[in-house]
């Protein structure tokens, strides 16, 4: 059973442990004795069911089993203690029993809702306020059901809720903290003074396009979507002019992948102000990596990339030879790009698919009628890559993948989840139950660069509720708080940097750090064995845990956020800064 499928099952027992004993002092309360005996003895099932989950989950690690240990595990303890012995003497009143049960379902319902509302990390405010909170709901019933406990037990209910009311309540508004980025400073611009060689201008404005038979509104780079795909040699300076004609809310590029010098990366608020209407910015860096490689804006990129501000950008060695084709993926108002494509190639031609997931969530790949190879991952080269067939890939948001062959004489499909959209001909093969390629076994290992890390931080991905903005949102969290709440990670220039990233939520997060690539180290603590994956987009999955390493060689402020930029925009975002 992996960590995720722990992580549900313990939620489910969770869910059915508070009904159960919300539902058995109800019908106690209605004297249903049947009913709530019943309910009563599936909620015990349910609370010994998330003892062993969670023991699972502590085993999977601590990240994933904190707040289950430090606060729902007592909380449920105290539920079998009160609930239990009075279950064993009901011979009188069923009605007797019903403030012990009603105790029961609000100890786990409290439990329940930390998980939900606070994750991790357990802090003992959350602790002690889900207490109080049992206590005052105990005595709400104790009052509502007349119910006349001893004097004794009521003034030590008392004493206990006023007490963790009042510490909680202390230690929650403690001073936290300062803000992590501060947020409106000045933006140095350290561009390259070299002469362009490649010169690009892209304006951004609303446009109507077609997409599948229909006009769809969008916010375009040069009136298309995607916007023009930009072209460069390793060596070229490239200067790209950005304007912007009347998208409200401000314009930027982010060289999605590219490791250009920071004031080029195209953040607003971090590297940069962002590009109103009537402004334009201008972008030089020089192309020292091949590869396929994406840019798209990053002001308010939720809704402008996906209402089209993206386009490629492919560097290149040298001249291109054979058949070099990009394929960039996409869904603009619920219609997916691009359009079916069929070219005919003549057998003997190399081939080269560049593949590109700009949409938020991950796409299926399958290239049928020929083996292949994958050549690059990220832009960068696989080292022993063998050739596979009958294989699919899965390309997280905002990843690449370049996939290369030697055109047959018999047509070449490329689908993307189950939808061609590259052909050389026509190709009928189903490809829904080919086997997903595992990127960390693919290709010829070689020893790791580094055998110690200077500086080391984990990140703990969640959901919880924010209440440091204007209004409560239920946001997504890194170590329990939301942008622009997040401590940043701090090194220095020459660092060998590790991060462990852990995913504690029921959410797959497309986790993307600016300005550097990535070794993947191991996953779920399963060693890398394959080529050394060097990544920009790699998908954290519920319950895995992606341990990954670089060297500081990229001195700024950098974005480190989900590349699920709805999930960026809801709080997942931070930042690595050079001291």
């Not at 001073?175 to 201008?201: K, L, N």
């Not at 990535?518 to 999955?541: E, I, Q």
């Amino acid at each position: 059973m992996t960590t995720g499928s722990l992580l549900v099952a313990d939620l489910v027992l969770a869910v059915l442990a508070a009904a159960g004993w919300l539902g058995g002092g109800a019908a106690a309360a209605a004297r249903r004795r049947p009913l709530a005996l019943g309910l009563a003895a599936v909620a015990l099932l349910a609370t010994f069911g998330r003892a062993v989950t969670v023991v699972a989950l502590a085993r999977a690690g601590w990240w994933f089993a904190a707040e289950k240990v430090l606060v729902a595990a007592p909380l449920s303890l105290a539920a079998v203690v009160v609930a239990g012995p009075r279950l064993l003497r009901t011979a009188g009143d069923i009605r007797s029993v019903a403030v012990p049960l009603l105790f029961a379902g609000y100890a786990v319902s409290a439990a329940l809702l930390v998980t939900i509302l606070h994750g991790y990390p357990a802090s003992t405010s959350v602790g002690l306020l889900a207490v109080a909170g049992v206590g005052t709901a105990t005595a709400v019933s104790w009052r509502f059901l007349d119910a006349r406990p001893s004097r004794t037990a009521s003034r030590a209910a008392v004493v206990v809720t006023v007490a963790a009311l009042l510490a909680g309540t202390g230690l929650a508004v403690a001073p936290g903290a300062a803000p992590a980025v501060p947020h409106g400073h000045g933006y140095p611009q350290v561009r390259t003074s070299d002469e362009p060689t490649r010169r690009f201008i892209l304006t951004a404005g609303t446009a109507t396009v077609r997409v599948g038979g229909r006009d769809v509104a969008a916010w375009a780079f040069n009136a298309q979507v995607p916007g023009p795909e930009l072209t460069a040699t390793v060596g070229d300076v490239v200067e790209v002019t950005l304007r912007n004609r009347n998208i409200g809310r401000g314009v930027t590029l982010h060289w999605h992948g590219y490791d250009v010098p920071n004031s080029q990366d195209g953040v607003p608020g971090v590297t940069q102000a962002a590009v109103l209407p009537g402004q334009e910015f201008v972008y030089r860096f020089r192309a020292d990596q091949a590869g396929t490689y994406w840019y798209h804006t990053h002001a308010v990129s939720d809704v402008g990339v996906r209402m089209g501000l993206y386009g490629v950008l492919v560097v290149r060695p040298g001249p291109p030879t054979g058949l070099d084709v990009t394929v960039p993926v996409h869904t603009l108002s619920g219609r997916p790009l691009p359009a079916a494509r069929v070219e005919r190639v003549e057998a003997g031609v190399p081939v080269r698919l560049r593949l590109i997931n700009t949409d938020n969530t991950t796409h299926r790949y399958a290239l049928a009628g020929t083996a292949f190879q994958v050549a690059a991952i990220d832009g960068f080269d696989l080292r022993g890559p063998t050739p596979l067939a009958g294989t699919t890939v899965l390309i997280p948001a905002g990843g690449r993948y370049d996939l290369v062959f030697t055109a047959p004489a018999t047509p070449v499909a490329l689908f993307v989840d189950g939808r061609a959209v590259y052909s050389t001909g026509e190709v009928s093969t189903a490809t829904g139950g080919w086997p997903v390629l595992d990127p960390l076994t693919y290709g010829a290992p070689a020893p790791a660069p580094w055998t110690r890390f200077d500086r080391e931080f984990t990140l703990v991905l969640d959901r919880g509720l924010d209440l440091h903005g204007l209004l409560p949102r239920y946001a997504h969290t890194v170590n329990g708080a939301a942008d622009p709440d997040i401590p940043p990670q701090v090194v220095r220039r020459g660092d060998v940097v590790r991060f462990t990233i852990v995913n504690r939520s029921q959410t797959v997060h497309p986790w993307h750090l600016h300005g550097h690539h990535v070794l993947v180290l191991s996953r779920t603590r399963t060693a890398a064995v394959g080529s050394p994956l060097w990544l920009d987009s790699f998908d954290v999955r519920p319950g895995e845990v992606w341990e990954v390493a670089f060297r500081a060689d990229n001195p700024g402020m950098w974005a480190n956020h989900c590349h699920n930029l709805g999930h960026a925009d809801a709080g997942m975002t931070l930042h690595l800064m050079y001291s």
